[in-house]
């Protein structure tokens, strides 16, 4: 009950949540970086949204990174003291660019160290998102996009991790797939730019291929090898567009398919 109710929270956010997307497509569509902040449970809602973009929406590993306080923990442990130490803030901000976003998140809405980067970011220009579960609290003043998840007081007192871990990792999973969504990488519910790099998802490239052209997965295979692995020019050539065309047209219609596949229809009915 507790955590669908984290879910609602989420809910009564969704008119920021599009906004933030539009920020995310529009950085990553600009060549900046999107650039996680966060500590603790907070930071690890980060993580497990940040990670998975390079792979599922083919968005370049160098424009998404995740600042955590204390480092990503690799041994179990996260020590709580580090969201206080702000020794390496200003070294975190000064790799910022002028056409980056940060999303600073903080349960509490106090942070320490989510809570400076977004101040320090903010005064050098960068838009900044804030994901707080409080409202009225200074993650949020310093905000482009303030986010509110109201959740309730956890099933555990404290333990952050519990509601307002989940509607902040949902929160996260809305405005990624929401960019992505904007940014083209996304047609009629099939991820048109993974990154085909195990056997599991070479079957699911293949499948989407195959239902997308409206072929047979053996033709798709073999649209998929001749693309090198990329999933829209796979598209397109299997529907019959040869790879000059293709190209061009990916490039037209900045890699949206669904612009390419109109435009394919009209060439091919002239």
């Known amino acids: 009950a ?11 956010a969704m008119p920021q949540l599009r906004q933030a997307a539009e920020l995310a497509a529009d950085t990553l569509c600009s060549g900046g970086a999107v650039n996680y902040v966060a500590a603790g449970s ?20 160098e424009q998404i990174r995740i600042f955590m306080a204390g480092g990503v923990p690799i041994d179990g442990e996260m020590a709580a003291e580090t969201e206080d130490d702000l020794s390496g ?15 600073a998140l903080s349960a509490s809405g106090s942070t320490p160290y989510s809570c400076e980067i977004a101040k320090k970011a903010h005064a050098k220009g ?27 007081a956890e099933v555990l007192a404290g ?6 871990g989940t509607a902040q990792k949902v929160a996260l999973n809305v405005i990624s797939t929401l960019a992505a969504v904007q940014l083209g990488h996304v047609f009629q519910g099939m991820m048109v730019n993974l990154k085909v790099d195990n056997a599991k998802l070479r079957g699911r490239a293949v499948g989407i291929v195959a239902n997308i052209a ?8 073999r649209a998929l090898i001749a693309s090198a692995c990329d999933l829209k020019l796979a598209v397109l050539l299997a529907k019959g567009c040869d790879a000059a065309t293709s190209k061009s047209l990916l490039a037209e219609h900045q890699g949206r398919l669904g ?12």
């Open 89 to 103: 803030v200003d070294d975190i901000v000064d790799r910022f660019g002028i056409d980056d976003l940060v999303i």
């Open 159 to 164: 333990s952050t991790r519990l509601g307002a």
């Open 2 to 12: 507790a955590q669908e109710k984290a879910v609602r929270a989420v809910n009564s």
């Open 42 to 61: 907070s930071g690890l809602m980060a993580l497990s949204d940040g990670v998975e973009l390079p792979g599922t929406f083919g968005i370049a590993q």
């Open 259 to 270: 612009g390419c596949l109109a435009a394919l229809e009209n060439l091919q009915k002239a």
């Open 214 to 221: 409206c072929v047979s997965e053996h033709e798709a295979e």
């Open 126 to 152: 960068i838009k900044v998102i804030a994901i707080a579960n409080n409202a009225a609290t200074p993650l949020l003043d310093l905000a482009d996009v303030a986010i509110v998840l109201p959740t309730r």
